[in-house]
């Protein structure tokens, strides 16, 4: 049985994988079967409800005997942890559990594959990144595919609990399908909770430099910031992230901290950009709340704004025409620098979320820039700057009285080297890809990568 489980936290208390956690060690305590390594899957990382990275989880339990009346209790422990432990006087906590006994399993594994059952379980993960769904589209498939499900409040954590079970679904009938990472979370102990974390930030650096970059974002180093460990006061102490197990065993080894009531190793989507939606998938016209692709040629010099914001305009290519508007927010720091030298005529590709209409950027390509910038034009005579002759009129030379009636076209070197940029670890979404993964993965071999670190 695959349990997907969501919106259980909130920004005072709990945390979705500290949850999981408990469950898993409860239930395999009892015996009640295999417990599999759990799923966490962080959904589309623009939807207004969410609390912080819009995270659900999953996990999967194999009974081998007695089936039904095991699977029976199984599901009257995961209620009622989930009962106890969800922050139900919040009023945007909405916990959602779905479960996906074996018989639904065996239908969606078997030969019958009644409907297409995988294709539906794949489509409704795909739009729980990409789409904002409604409680009614986890319904319908619920219903559709015959799941039991248990909800309390509105039941809003439906759609991430059913998200979640899908990836597991997928994950095991289809190991390779998507890209993963892992995360191994480190928990408090709960008289702890809601004080300050103790964690001695020297062992940190030490695991990060022993393990990055198979393991990424403990540290930034820019900022010079550790930032693997949350300030909320929720049960989390840690969280290493990476792409072995055995490195981030590793780097756990190095750590001191206050003691840890219990840890536990998820497979995740973390750390690969499964949020963007590439140009080819696209609707025709951009939807706030999604996140893109998008080729296009800055139309308009990067401004600083109040705030320290960075702002451009880009004139989008091929499918989407028109122009949007881009930002480079203050907290993605060192990131704006390389925004800042962007010109107009650059041909780029920007990587986002769109909110009120404007790209939210984590990512840029520059794909080729444009060598070319406009001067006054010189006075053949004096060598002096020519000045504006007023709007459209050309430009004059004060002492000599020379003409020219357009600008000069100069070679600049630009003091930038085209390819991949990103924002730091520090400003980073749970589920945006670490340039560092695309090396290590050789993706885009013949791009230059330029990671923050
Ligand atoms: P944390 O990261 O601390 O676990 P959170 O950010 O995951 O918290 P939740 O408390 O899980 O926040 O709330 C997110 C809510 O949004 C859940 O009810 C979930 O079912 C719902 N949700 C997730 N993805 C989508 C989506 N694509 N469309 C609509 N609702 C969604």
Not at 90 to 117: Q, W, Y
Not at 324 to 345: D, S
Request: charged letters at 30%; proline letters at 4%; one cysteine or more.
């Amino acid at each position: 049985m695959i349990i997907g489980i969501d919106d259980t936290d909130s920004r005072k208390g709990m945390c979705t994988t500290y949850l999981c956690a408990v469950l898993v060690d409860e239930l395999k305590k009892y015996g009640f079967g295999e417990v599999s390594t759990p799923g966490l899957v962080r959904l589309n990382p623009c939807v207004p409800f969410k609390t912080r990275g819009n995270g659900a989880v999953s996990f999967e339990i194999e009974i081998s005997v007695e089936k039904e009346r095991k699977e029976k209790e199984v599901k009257e422990v995961v209620k009622a942890r989930v009962s106890e432990l969800s922050e139900l006087s919040e009023e945007e906590t909405n916990p959602g559990v779905v479960f996906i006994d074996d018989r639904a399993l065996n239908v969606i594994g078997g030969e019958k594959r009644e409907n297409d059952s995988e294709e539906m379980l794949k489509n409704f993960y795909e739009n729980a990144v990409r789409e904002v769904l409604t409680i009614e589209d986890a319904y319908e498939l619920i219903s559709n595919l015959h799941f039991d499900y248990f909800g309390l409040k509105n039941k809003r954590g439906i759609i991430g609990a059913l998200a979640a079970a899908s990836f597991l679904v997928l994950q095991k009938s289809k190991p390779n399908y998507y890209d993963f990472t892992y995360e191994l979370m480190a928990y408090r102990r709960k008289e702890r909770w809601g004080t300050s974390r103790f964690i001695d930030e020297a062992s940190v650096w030490k695991a990060d430099k022993a393990t990055y970059p198979i393991t990424w974002d403990t540290v930034d180093r820019g900022e010079e910031k550790i930032v693997f460990a949350p300030h909320s006061p929720c049960p989390v102490l840690f969280g290493i992230r990476g792409d072995s197990v055995d490195a981030i065993y590793k780097a756990y080894e190095f750590i001191h901290a206050e003691p840890v009531e219990r840890k536990m190793l998820f497979v995740t989507n973390q750390g690969t950009d499964f949020h963007l939606i590439k140009l080819e998938d696209a609707k025709e016209t951009l939807q706030d709340y999604h996140s893109y692709i998008l080729d296009g040629m800055v139309s308009s010099n990067p401004q600083t704004i109040e705030g320290g914001h960075v702002v451009f305009s880009i004139s989008l290519s091929e499918k989407v025409s028109g122009s949007i508007e881009c930002i480079a927010y203050e907290p993605t720091k060192g990131f704006r620098a390389i925004i800042r030298k962007l010109r107009v005529g650059d041909e780029i590709t920007v990587f986002g979320s769109l909110k009120k209409k404007t790209l939210n950027l984590e990512k840029i390509e520059i794909r080729e820039l444009n060598p070319v910038t406009e001067r006054n034009p010189k006075c053949e005579k004096c060598g002096r700057t020519m000045k504006s002759a007023g709007r459209l009129q050309g430009y004059r030379c004060k002492r000599c009285g020379t003409y020219s009636a357009d600008k000069d076209k100069v070679i600049v070197d630009r003091g930038i080297e085209e390819g991949l940029y990103e924002v730091p670890p520090v400003a980073r979404r749970h589920i945006s890809k670490p340039l560092v993964r695309m090396r290590m993965r050789m993706e885009g071999v013949n791009k230059e990568i330029h990671p923050s670190r």
